[in-house]
Each structure stands twice: as C-alpha cells, then as structure tokens.
C-alpha cells in the first residue's frame, strides 16, 4: 500500500538504501538481547538499599513492566506507519521536526547509544577477570591521568582515571570486532545476535528455574515473607515513609511510597531499556510493519516477564535485607550482596562457590549480545541523520557490497572507545537518565500529533488503550523526572546541557544542508 506519511530526505549522490534481511525472530532477538544486559544481575542490590521493602522491590519492576510494554505498544503504532531506518528520530521529525529528532540523534551518538556499549564492553572484561584474574580495572597498562572530582552544588563531576587497564582493553577489543563484524553484513551481525540472544535467555531462564525448584532457603523465604506474607508486605504501606539522600553527599530526607518508586527507576526501567533499538533498523526489517510490532511485543514482554520472576528468586534464596560487614551472603542479604552481584549470591546459595562462575559466564553471554545488538542498531539513526543533512555526510554512505552504514558503524566505534578510555561513560549515562525519559515523552506524545497531523495516514496497527495509556506513560515518564530533579539533580541537568549543545551542532549543519540545496 503506498506510504502517505510525507518525509523528506536530502538524498546525497551515490548513496544506496538499507536491505530488508530481518526476520520476525532476529528483530525480536535485537529487542530481548539490546534489553538484557548486566542491570538485572546487579540493579536489585541498590532498588533494595533504597525500597527496604519486598514488596517494594517487586513494585519497582511492576512499575517498569507497565512503562515499558504501553510504550512497546505506542512504538508499534508508528514503527508500522513509517517503518523506516532511524526509527525514533524519523517518528521525532515527522511529528515534532527536524531539530527534536536530531537533538535525540546527537544525544544518542554522544552519549546514549555509545555510552551504553562502553559500559557493557568494560563490564565483559571485568568479568572475564573472574576466569582470568589478571584482568582488572586496577590493572592499568597506560594510566594517562586522574580527573579529581569537581563538586557543582549536589552534582559531583570528574573523579575518573584516564587510560588503559586490562579491564577496558578487553572493552576496545570487544568493541572493534562487532564493529568489524556488523561491517560484514547484517545478516552476520544478526546470526550473532540470535545465537547469544538464545543463550543469554536460556541462561536467565535456567536462573528462575534452579531458583525456583532448589533456590528457596529457609531463612530467606522466613525474611522476605513469614507466615500469610506478613514480612513479605512489611515497609511497603502508603504511609511508610523511606530515608533518601538528596544529591551526591546532600541531606538524608523522608519520602513516600511514589517518590522512592520514582528514584529506584533509575535502576530498573534503564535496566530494561534500548528496546527501542529495533526501531532503528526498521529499514531493514521484512514486512516491518508486522514484524516491528511482533518482536517489540514479544520481546518486551518475555523480558520483563523473567525480570520479575528473577527477582523472586532473588528473594527466595537471600533476605532483602543484611549487612555490608556480614559474614556470609545470607547476612550480607541483597541489600549488600558483594560488588552488588545479588544473581552471583543467589546461585552461590544453590551451587556454592561454582555459582560465582557459572553466573560469570551467563552475564559475559549477556553483555557480549547486548553490546552486538546495541552496535548493530545505532548507526542505522545516524545513516538517516546523514540522509537529512544532518550529520557527516559519509555516514549515508552504504558498503557497497555488503550495505551496511559502514561510515557510521566506524564512527561510533571511535566514540565509544574513547568514551572507555576516558572513563567517562558510567557518569555521561547517569547524566542522561532524565534525558532518555524526555525523549520517551516526546516520541510517545508524537502519537497524539500525528493522529491529528496526518489523520488519513495509513496506519496497519493503532495502538491498543489509545489514548488512555500512553497518556498514562506520559504521566508516570513525568513523575520520574520531577520527582528526580528535586531530589536527584545529577541524573538531571547535566544530562539537560548534553542535548543543549546539540542546539549550535544543528544549526551549523541545517545552515550547511541549505546551500547545498540552494545549489
């Protein structure tokens, strides 16, 4: 049927366009294994430090499971009416703009896309160093420098090391073959994806199954529920008030039940973010307006249905809570579960000291897929980006064998080692959490004003509980955000100056894209 959503492309001369070659399966193993990385292995410790509360720590998944499938269920809507490459930022242009849909480009190649993959390529090597000792974050080979720290009101900025450990190393060589190999062809990068996407979900499927069958120890399941659930419900009442600290080293304050599901977001909803990835390679997705919507159903839903039942198991076989000086992983419970590997305790619980390396190689299977579908996805945002005008103009350029944004591909190599080496990646991506959610706000609101921008646009699937349930993500994504720049500014403004500077960047090539029109 003929597209009649209206787009306009600066075409630049020899440029060819993105090969459909993804199947229902390999895009529904970019959404699961993009969302899969090391958070859900590691999160739980800190959403425990912060809820107190069983309950609670369930909630804040519940509360992500509900954000993330309406806004599966939104993105569906438009990734079936403009199923083309770029995904978010087409949505963003079409219904916003240019200059919206590029700030979230410019924010994803800065920070977002490329932050991400330095984090999860350094966390491969740092557990690879459980296999390996000598590989370490402690074990530089060019230590360039130390950044001090520079204290900006309740934002703490620097206070990082600049160079090359055996830890990182391991990230830039990681970071170098998926690039090669995504160079190679999609459907190589996609075989890949849909090899340790399969392993990585069996992998945390066989975690809920062992958990469940052998994983409940006695002195958890009397912690965490007692008799008819009493400890299970304990802290999580609508009057229980929680401590928080304010800022990086500020005041300790007092804050209801919402508020503290609000902050703990920060854990669990970036945990089970970069679903969205898939979007971007709608360009080359087969029948994208079935598939699109298929694999961000499917996808999402399989993983956050794990994710909650990882947490039970979490539970099952430590208390919530325990003490940092504790003896053993039961007294240290969740809450202080060492280095915050509460999926390493929970199996040390089951297997003794071999959990410590089976679940090691289940979160390297883990990250190794994460990082290979987040390479795989991002440059195809900036292939449309170049296509605008708005970004360097080789990254429209195809390979003109395998036809892949080879240009693209090579850049956010470069970044994101450069992020790894200057250590700046795990601040940059706390910086931008507020961002990130901005963005969801605007693009899911993208649907109310292409309803009413292009009423007769063809639309193969609307989205279910419109308009009452992306109102109501809207509504929760904005609750986030105030609740966080009250009380947890650095996760807010900093982030907010990122996407400002973005402002001269579009400015200067717009003006550019201009004259070449006009010429």
């Known amino acids: 049927m003929k597209e009649t959503v ?48 069983p309950a609670l720590l369930i909630a804040a998944w519940l509360v992500t499971a509900v954000m993330t499938t309406i806004g599966a269920l939104s993105y569906g809507e438009l990734a079936a ?31 977002i896309q490329t932050g991400t993959i330095a984090a999860v ?16 974050s402690t074990h530089w080979l060019w230590h360039i420098g130390h950044v001090s720290a520079i204290h900006l009101g309740p934002v703490v900025l620097g206070n990082m090391d600049i160079g090359v450990n055996t830890a990182n190393l391991v990230g830039l060589v990681m970071i170098a073959v998926l690039t090669v190999v995504n160079v190679f062809g999609l459907k190589l990068g996609a075989i890949i994806q849909n090899i340790f996407t399969t392993a990585k979900t069996a992998a945390l499927l066989g975690l809920v199954v062992l958990g469940v069958l052998f994983g409940r120890k006695a002195v958890a399941m009397a912690a965490n529920f007692g008799h008819n659930f009493h400890n299970f419900w304990a802290g999580a009442g609508w009057h229980t008030l929680h401590p928080l600290q304010v800022g ?23 945990s089970a973010d970069a679903w969205n990835n898939v979007t971007f390679t709608a ?11 298929l694999s961000l159903i499917l996808g999402t839903g399989l993983v956050l249905l794990l994710y909650i039942l ?52 289940g979160i390297l299977i883990s990250v190794f897929g994460c990082a290979n579908g987040l390479t795989l996805a991002g440059p195809r945002v900036y292939y449309a980006m170049s296509r605008d005008g708005l970004f360097f103009k080789a990254a429209s350029k195809l390979h003109p064998r395998y036809k892949t944004p080879v240009a693209a591909l090579v850049l956010q190599g470069i970044w994101t080692c450069l992020l790894c080496i200057s250590g700046s990646y795990s601040q940059l991506l706390d910086y931008i959490i507020c961002t990130e959610l901005i963005f969801y706000i605007m693009t899911i609101g993208s649907l109310f004003v292409l309803r009413r921008k292009k009423p007769d646009a063809h639309r193969p699937y609307k989205a279910l509980g419109y308009p009452v349930l992306p109102a109501l993500y809207i509504v929760m994504a904005a609750w986030i955000c105030i609740v966080l720049l009250r009380y947890k500014p650095q996760y807010t403004w900093p982030g907010i100056v990122i996407v400002l500077l973005g402002l001269p960047v579009y400015a200067i090539w717009s003006r550019k894209t201009s004259r070449e029109s006009a010429t």
């Open 6 to 53: 209206e787009k306009t492309e600066v075409v630049r001369p020899g440029s060819t366009h993105l090969v459909p070659t993804l199947g229902w399966f390999s895009a529904t193993a970019i959404v699961m294994g993009s969302m899969i990385g090391s958070g859900i292995f590691l999160v739980p410790a800190e959403i425990s430090r912060n809820v107190g509360s």
């Open 81 to 111: 009416m403009m199923p083309d490459a770029g995904g978010q930022y087409v949505y963003l242009r079409e219904a916003l703009g240019p200059l919206p849909g590029f700030l979230f480009g410019w924010t994803l190649f800065l920070v």
């Open 121 to 136: 390529a350094v966390a491969f090597g740092k557990f690879l160093g459980v296999f390996f000792p000598a590989i370490s």
């Open 248 to 270: 990086v080293g500020g005041s300790v304050t007092m804050v209801g039940v919402l508020t503290i599901l609000a902050v703990v977001q920060t854990g669990s909803l970036f």
């Open 283 to 293: 360009g080359e997705v087969k029948n994208p307006k079935r598939n699109l919507l």
């Open 310 to 361: 990882a947490n039970f198991v979490y539970l099952f076989a430590l208390p919530l809570h325990g003490s940092p000086h504790g003896a053993t992983l039961a007294a240290r419970g969740i809450q202080f579960a060492p280095d915050d590997r509460v999926a390493t305790a929970a199996l040390q619980q089951i297997f003794s000291s071999t959990g410590a390396y089976l679940m090691a190689g």
